[in-house]
């Protein structure tokens, strides 16, 4: 089966899948631009449309097609090409593979751009690029940093927090900035985004657009700018000390079993009756094995038994378990599509238990 990944570059552990090209630390921009097949730049074209057939064909100036030879009165109709000037093409400037048709009012983001955004992280924080690649031939681009910033939950179960920016240019993602951390004993991945929460963590604005707290998403009819996101986004201690916190505090929460059983109604039912059947047993059935010593990490003392250990049921299934036609396009869900959501919508119940 053919991956979603075009290309990628990463350091450290070998990825999900496998694949990718492996780099030594500390590269610069340049040389992650070339690894992970991010040197390219998305180029525009207006779209045409044809008109007429090829050859041309009879008609009478009443607009009837004609059959016979052409008289005074025939006109001959060629094949012409007219534009479309409220949409225009997006395509890969190397292999001129079409990407997809947008409007006028899309604001392109480049690939190398995506890698910019963390030149001064890198270069003059702690922050290290540790994947990047290029998603459905060009359609979708990420890159994934981390912060340098880790935290220990009951002592040794160890999370560590990155910034990932993403986007795509087929109309299924804003240019998107995230906190995110990855618990290390599971490799799960959890958007830090801690949003209304007993009145803490509010949605702030970007741009006109509602963004949770660790979280900045750019429309594309907006011109995307880094600095104004990094600014937005608060890369800074505060939102990462407020999730340690909040995590912490998930970890001595102890569940009982009818806690457990509709957390994981509510998290893969959202809106329907529970009295009308589950729809997704084997997810919950899952989960709840996870959870009760299966996962990785699940005996640990951060984990079990407690609403942290619950959570991270539900973020090591949809980042290891979830049925998807493969692993990585298990990873594009687990990231930015529904997976992503059900990781959100856990975060949110967990922290209400609280």
Same mark, same amino acid.
């Given at each position: 089966m053919a991956h979603l990944i075009d290309s990628m570059a990463y350091v450290g552990d070998t990825p999900w899948h496998g694949l990718g090209n492996v780099l030594e630390r500390k590269q610069p921009i340049e040389v992650w631009a070339q690894q992970a097949g991010m040197d390219w730049t998305i180029m525009q074209s207006?779209?045409?449309?044809?008109?007429? $057939?090829?050859?041309?064909?009879?008609?009478?100036?009443?607009?009837?097609?004609?059959?016979?030879?052409? &008289?005074?009165?025939?006109?001959? $109709?060629?094949?012409?090409?007219?534009?479309?000037?409220?949409?225009?093409?997006?395509f890969r400037s190397d292999t001129k593979q079409p990407l997809s048709v947008v409007s006028q009012r899309y604001h392109v983001v480049q690939p190398?751009?995506?890698? $910019?955004?963390?030149?001064?992280?890198?270069?003059?924080?702690?922050? /290290?690029? /540790?994947?990047?690649?290029?998603? &459905?031939?060009?359609? &979708?681009?990420?890159?994934l940093a981390r912060t340098g910033q880790s935290a220990s939950i009951k002592g040794n179960d160890v999370t560590n927090g990155y910034v990932l920016l993403a986007t795509a240019c087929?109309?299924?993602?804003?240019?998107?900035?995230?906190?995110?951390?990855?618990?290390v004993v599971c490799n799960n991945t959890l958007a830090i985004a801690l949003n209304e929460v007993k009145g803490k963590g509010s949605a702030t604005q970007f741009n006109g657009t509602a963004a949770n707290p660790g979280i900045v998403k750019v429309p594309h009819n907006t011109k995307f700018d880094a600095a104004l996101?990094?600014?937005?986004?608060?890369? *800074?201690v505060s939102s990462w000390d407020e999730y340690i916190y909040r995590l912490n505090l998930l970890s001595d929460r102890?569940?009982?079993?009818?806690?457990?059983?509709?957390?994981?109604?509510s998290v893969f039912n959202e809106g329907?009756?529970?009295?009308?059947?589950?729809?997704?047993?084997?997810?919950?059935? &899952?989960?709840?094995?996870?959870? /009760?010593?299966?996962?990785?990490?699940?005996?640990?003392?951060?984990?079990?038994?407690?609403? +942290?250990?619950?959570?991270?049921?539900?973020?090591? +299934?949809?980042?290891h378990?979830?049925?998807?036609? *493969?692993?990585?396009?298990?990873?594009?869900?687990?990231? +930015?599509?529904?997976?992503?959501?059900?990781?959100q919508r856990a975060l949110d119940l967990s922290l209400s238990m609280l």
């Amino acid at each position: 089966m053919a991956h979603l990944i075009d290309s990628m570059a990463y350091v450290g552990d070998t990825p999900w899948h496998g694949l990718g090209n492996v780099l030594e630390r500390k590269q610069p921009i340049e040389v992650w631009a070339q690894q992970a097949g991010m040197d390219w730049t998305i180029m525009q074209s207006p779209v045409h449309f044809k008109i007429g $057939e090829s050859g041309g064909r009879l008609t009478d100036q009443a607009g009837q097609q004609g059959i016979v030879q052409r &008289k005074d009165s025939w006109l001959v $109709e060629l094949e012409s090409t007219l534009p479309f000037n409220e949409h225009k093409v997006l395509f890969r400037s190397d292999t001129k593979q079409p990407l997809s048709v947008v409007s006028q009012r899309y604001h392109v983001v480049q690939p190398r751009e995506i890698l $910019e955004f963390y030149r001064d992280l890198t270069e003059k924080s702690d922050f /290290e690029l /540790e994947t990047a690649g290029v998603l &459905k031939g060009g359609k &979708k681009l990420w890159a994934l940093a981390r912060t340098g910033q880790s935290a220990s939950i009951k002592g040794n179960d160890v999370t560590n927090g990155y910034v990932l920016l993403a986007t795509a240019c087929d109309g299924t993602l804003a240019t998107t900035a995230q906190f995110t951390s990855i618990r290390v004993v599971c490799n799960n991945t959890l958007a830090i985004a801690l949003n209304e929460v007993k009145g803490k963590g509010s949605a702030t604005q970007f741009n006109g657009t509602a963004a949770n707290p660790g979280i900045v998403k750019v429309p594309h009819n907006t011109k995307f700018d880094a600095a104004l996101v990094k600014q937005q986004l608060g890369i *800074s201690v505060s939102s990462w000390d407020e999730y340690i916190y909040r995590l912490n505090l998930l970890s001595d929460r102890k569940v009982k079993s009818v806690e457990v059983d509709r957390f994981l109604w509510s998290v893969f039912n959202e809106g329907s009756n529970q009295g009308s059947g589950s729809f997704n047993e084997r997810a919950m059935s &899952k989960c709840k094995t996870l959870f /009760e010593g299966h996962g990785r990490g699940a005996s640990l003392a951060s984990a079990r038994g407690t609403a +942290f250990g619950l959570l991270n049921s539900i973020t090591e +299934f949809v980042d290891h378990e979830r049925r998807a036609r *493969s692993t990585d396009h298990r990873l594009d869900s687990a990231w +930015f599509g529904t997976g992503a959501s059900i990781k959100q919508r856990a975060l949110d119940l967990s922290l209400s238990m609280l």
